[in-house]
């Protein structure tokens, strides 16, 4: 595709459910990053694949966060046992590279725990 | 930890006025800044970018101003047009650590009156 699409736009979970974060970054690209932007602010860091690798995943703010990228294109972040603090937009983004190329943001999944 | 500081948290300014946003950083070993627009269900997209051994970048309308010593850079739009109605953030990252992995502030609602 021509940029970076996530899915769904939007999701609704109750409480205590688990939810599935879809992202297909843009073909070719070979890092990819997942942020959590909170109502307001900036978008803040959660993990970094290369390829397949998970080379960092310092940002993920508990144990219920796990992200995975299992042939080096698509990636999915799950959230088990959703609270309503985990209420945010999840934003992925890819590059062609490393550290010298530019990130592509998709345009998020909004996630709304009731 | 908030390593990026940013200000005003929102700014309205006269169509063909200047916008001027800031933002301050703590950490020395960023090498890379850029500035991210921001629309109501959209991800942020680049806009401008710069690195520490340049003072100033322009391109169109816009223009990075850097004060390496001060640990500080600013955005600056001249001539804001109502389009460019939109949430402005900075961001940093350390680009010669092998991946963009990018610290944002928390971000400017830019409001542009007709």
């Known amino acids: 595709g021509a940029g970076v699409s996530q899915s769904p736009r939007y999701k609704v979970a109750k409480r205590g459910q688990d939810v599935a974060l879809r992202c297909d970054p843009i073909?070719?690209?070979?890092?990819l990053f997942w942020y959590q932007q909170a109502l307001g602010q900036g978008p803040e860091f959660l993990t970094y694949f290369q390829n397949e690798a998970q080379l960092d995943k310092s940002g993920l703010p508990s144990d219920r966060f796990f992200a995975e990228r299992p042939e080096g294109s698509v990636s999915t972040l799950k959230i088990q046992r959703t609270q309503q603090e985990d209420s945010a937009v999840y934003l992925c983004a890819s590059s062609f590279s490393g550290g010298n190329t530019e990130a592509f943001f998709g345009q998020g999944t909004r996630l709304t725990v009731v | 930890q908030q390593q990026v500081k940013q200000s005003p948290q929102s700014l309205i300014v006269q169509k063909g006025g200047i916008s001027i946003i800031n933002c301050a950083y703590e950490?020395?070993?960023?090498?890379?800044f850029p500035w991210y627009q921001q629309f109501p269900g959209k991800g942020p997209a680049l806009l401008i970018a710069i690195r520490p051994d340049v003072s100033e970048k322009k391109e169109g309308r816009f223009t990075i101003s850097f004060n390496k010593s001060a640990k500080q850079f600013s955005l600056h739009i001249m001539d804001s047009q109502p389009g460019d109605s939109a949430t402005y953030f900075c961001?940093?990252?350390?680009?010669?650590?092998?991946?963009?992995?990018?610290?944002f502030g928390a971000g400017t609602r830019l409001a542009v009156h007709p």
């Open positions: 961001a940093a990252s350390r680009r010669g650590g092998g991946y963009n992995k990018l610290i």
């Open positions: 950490n020395t070993a960023f090498d890379y």
């Open positions: 073909s070719g690209h070979v890092s």
